[in-house]
């Protein structure tokens, strides 16, 4: 249903306050952690989110957005205001679908198979482009969530980084949902020492320039433990209306 004016000025409003308290908290949380927030990016999650509202987050000053779901990605591919902002994607990929968004996005966040990175490759080598992502970690282990095993990270960035029209810009990660801020914490401080471990390591065809990580509820958290981009969605657009 299309919403009335004045219901669309209160969608607007509510993003504007949200948007300034996070930019706020996140410039208190890098400060806390000895950096700028200028250092951080601030990646808008807009599944299920109108254009309409992202583009107003955009207006605010959001650089990048990212889509979880191809197919929705593709529905709202031509409303998005992609003059001032970024399109990447941060969901669970398929291979057969990889031949869609290459080209559409400037990352993709959640590489977590030699096969899938092998479609990227290929599909990026016809379109003569050369595609960035990031190497998903599942960091907690959790058997019903996608994610390279950390033991099994250095391996698979051996094997992709030799891949052509690829390139690995970082590692992204969902750690479990927990408790306590402590417990939180402790997932994204070990995502925080695999990252330093594989930049130290200094693979060809590698640069350890993002550390996406955190998301509404725990992205202070994230910050603090050392990630350069956060992924809110909720927080930033209200409560999600899954269809």
């Not at 198979?113 to 992502?133: D, H, M, N, P, W």
């Not at 801020?181 to 995502?191: H, P, V």
């Not at 590698?206 to 990630?227: H, K, P, Q, T």
């Amino acid at each position: 249903m299309e919403k009335s004016s004045s219901q669309r000025e209160q969608a607007f409003d509510s993003i504007r306050r949200n948007y300034e308290e996070i930019c706020a908290q996140i410039e208190q949380a890098a400060s806390s952690a000895g950096r700028s927030a200028e250092d951080i990016h601030f990646l808008g999650a807009t599944k299920t989110v109108e254009p309409e509202l992202i583009n107003y987050a955009i207006s605010l000053g959001l650089r990048e957005i990212g889509e979880n779901r191809v197919q929705e990605l593709l529905a709202k591919y031509e409303e998005y205001d992609l003059s001032r902002a970024d399109l990447q994607f941060i969901g669970k990929l398929q291979t057969n679908k990889v031949r869609q968004i290459i080209g559409k996005v400037s990352l993709i966040q959640s590489v977590d198979s030699v096969k899938l990175a092998q479609e990227i490759s290929r599909i990026s080598l016809r379109e003569g482009l050369t595609t960035r992502i990031l190497i998903e970690v599942n960091i907690g282990r959790e058997e019903n969530k996608s994610g390279v095993l950390p033991e099994m990270l250095e391996d698979l960035i051996g094997e992709i980084s030799a891949m052509p029209a690829i390139s690995i810009k970082g590692l992204m990660s969902v750690p479990p949902i927990c408790d306590t801020k402590q417990a939180i914490s402790k997932y994204f401080d070990d995502m925080y020492k695999i990252f330093i471990d594989i930049s130290d390591k200094k693979f060809d065809n590698v640069s350890m320039d993002l550390l996406s990580m955190g998301m509404s509820d725990d992205y202070r958290e994230a910050i603090l433990s050392g990630a350069n981009m956060i992924r809110v969605g909720s927080r930033l657009f209200g409560a999600r209306i899954y269809r």
